[in-house]
């Protein structure tokens, strides 16, 4: 194996025994992104010379015996809507096309105390608004199983970048299913971490009471691992948990005896594809064969969870992009007739047709006479679907469900339809709603070879028996299948 093809659980064990340096590690990893990005087009910025000034710099930590992170030296991909001091962070958008920010999200910090390496910014749909990232302004990322495929989104660069060996291991954030629904569509891991559990602070603003910053990675091993470093109560996030956080990689364990798994019928039923169902099935009974129990349950009020995300996100939506007005950073449109025509043409030049669809659609919703008929009841829905997920936990110890209703789809095929794009979502939106944590791990391939996921979603803050079930299927199912690029 190349060194780029190591999960970072084991790339960690080596760097700390002194059998690699991170420097090498890195020279791997962009040596692989040179080989293979311009076919899958995960990343939009990445910087060499600051990278490897990283590696060195953790090298000399290792060296020194000064940190014990078990990051230290493994090089990380990051979203392009999470910021980084002097790295352009565009949200894949005209609007922050030359945007370089003064600070450093949480996130980042974090890493960076850890000696982890930037490999580079990675693509998205743009302000995170898409399920395929064909919304980025500046390109389309392709799926590495096959490149005439989405790779799924508003993650797919991260997700990309991990399935293809370009980054060991990544950052995406999760407001509808955005980490989740992409790693099912790259046959990689990724966990929607529980709402409040890492800083959202210097995170692009989408919809503030759904998103959620999240690792990938091509293991569950590794998934823990990234989650571990960034996890954590963050005084400059005002939704971040004041709580204390165990250590993930340290609690895996894959014994599954007496763990109680829901099965909702729901999620099984029309809109999901009957080969992906299947797989998903077949994986819960590998469980069962491990000593785990499948419980049939009910929540009800799914079929309302698609519409009622999508309205209060462009709600929280159209509040939050009100901020991109060519005044204060980013895009300013030329030649305009005063200061009202300069926000117009701004707005309308800056923001592509998802981005304006959405904003338009949330300032909709919270106008006066729509407020009440809709907002308020996707709200009120929002308690109903909490509390369904609340009474099912009191049965069961997880539920699991498809991540992606179907496989990746081809590129162009949905971008005329909206509605069948966000149809997407539809496994994996409630997750936010309820404020839950969840993984989608690989569980099967289409006939043509495309990965199907797995979502396995627990209660509040129990990251650890969602990823140890994770950790139980990925034993029997068998670990990461590389695609041939």
């Known amino acids: 194996m190349k060194l780029y093809e190591f999960p970072a659980y084991k790339?960690?064990?080596?760097?700390?025994?002194?059998?690699?340096?991170?420097?090498?590690?890195?020279?791997?990893?962009?040596?692989?992104?040179?080989?293979?990005?311009?076919?899958?087009?995960?990343?939009?910025?990445?910087d060499r010379e600051a990278a490897l000034k990283m590696a060195d710099a953790a090298d000399g930590m290792i060296a020194a015996g000064k940190n014990t992170s078990r990051l230290c030296g493994i090089p990380v991909g990051i979203k392009d809507n999470?910021?980084?001091?002097?790295?352009?962070?565009?949200?894949a958008s005209k609007m922050l096309e030359n945007y370089v920010p003064v600070f450093n999200a949480t996130v980042a910090d974090k890493l960076e105390a850890a000696g982890c390496v930037f490999s580079g910014k990675l693509n998205m749909d743009e302000f995170a608004m898409g399920s395929s990232t064909e919304n980025s302004y500046f390109k389309t990322t392709k799926n590495p199983f096959n490149l005439g495929c989405v790779p799924g989104g508003s993650s797919g660069g991260s997700a990309a970048a991990v399935s293809s060996c370009e980054a060991v291991v990544a950052l995406g954030s999760d407001t509808g299913g955005s980490i989740r629904q992409p790693s099912s569509l790259c046959g990689v891991v990724g966990l929607k971490p529980t709402y409040g559990s890492v800083s959202r602070y210097g995170l692009v603003a989408f919809a503030s009471s759904l998103d959620q910053i999240g690792p990938i990675g091509r293991c569950v091993e590794?998934?823990?691992?990234?989650?571990?470093e960034i996890q954590g109560h963050d005084p400059m996030d005002a939704t971040s948990a004041d709580r204390s956080y165990a250590s993930l990689f340290d609690g895996l364990n894959d014994s599954v005896?007496?763990?109680?798994?829901?099965?909702?019928?729901?999620?099984?039923?029309?809109?999901?594809?009957?080969?992906?169902?299947?797989?998903?099935?077949?994986?819960?009974?590998?469980?069962?064969k491990r000593g785990a129990k499948a419980v049939p349950i009910s929540l009800p009020s799914t079929g309302y969870a698609l519409s009622a995300y999508y309205i209060i996100a462009c709600a929280e939506a159209s509040s939050n992009l009100a901020r991109f007005d060519g005044v204060k950073y980013g895009y300013r449109a030329k030649d305009c007739d005063g200061l009202i025509d300069m926000y117009e043409k701004t707005r309308s030049e800056g923001f592509g047709r998802e981005v304006k669809r959405r904003i338009m659609l949330g300032t909709f919703v919270l106008s006066s006479g729509y407020y009440d008929a809709y907002y308020k009841k996707a709200k009120l829905l929002q308690k109903r679907i909490q509390q369904e997920f609340s009474d099912a936990f009191s049965s069961v110890d997880v539920i699991v469900t498809p991540t992606s209703p179907f496989e990746a789809f081809g590129i162009g095929e949905k971008t005329g339809d909206?509605?069948?794009?966000?149809?997407?979502?539809?496994?994996?939106?409630?997750?936010?709603?309820?404020?839950?944590?969840?993984?989608?791990?690989?569980c099967g391939y289409s006939a043509k070879g495309l990965p199907y996921g797995m979502q396995i979603i627990g209660r509040k803050f129990d990251e650890q028996t969602v990823l140890n079930t994770a950790l139980a299927h990925q034993r029997a199912f068998g670990e990461f299948r590389r695609p041939e690029l």
């Open 222 to 228: 590794d998934v823990a691992l990234l989650q571990d």
């Open 257 to 288: 005896a007496g763990l109680k798994i829901g099965i909702p019928s729901e999620y099984f039923g029309s809109g999901v594809k009957h080969e992906v169902a299947e797989a998903v099935m077949t994986a819960v009974r590998e469980l069962e």
């Open 418 to 442: 909206p509605l069948s794009m966000y149809a997407a979502d539809i496994c994996t939106v409630t997750v936010n709603i309820a404020g839950l944590p969840a993984v989608s791990v690989p």
């Open 11 to 46: 790339l960690s064990e080596m760097l700390r025994n002194k059998e690699i340096s991170s420097r090498e590690l890195t020279e791997a990893v962009f040596v692989r992104a040179d080989e293979v990005d311009q076919k899958v087009e995960a990343y939009l910025s990445r």
């Open 82 to 91: 999470i910021s980084t001091t002097g790295i352009a962070t565009t949200c």
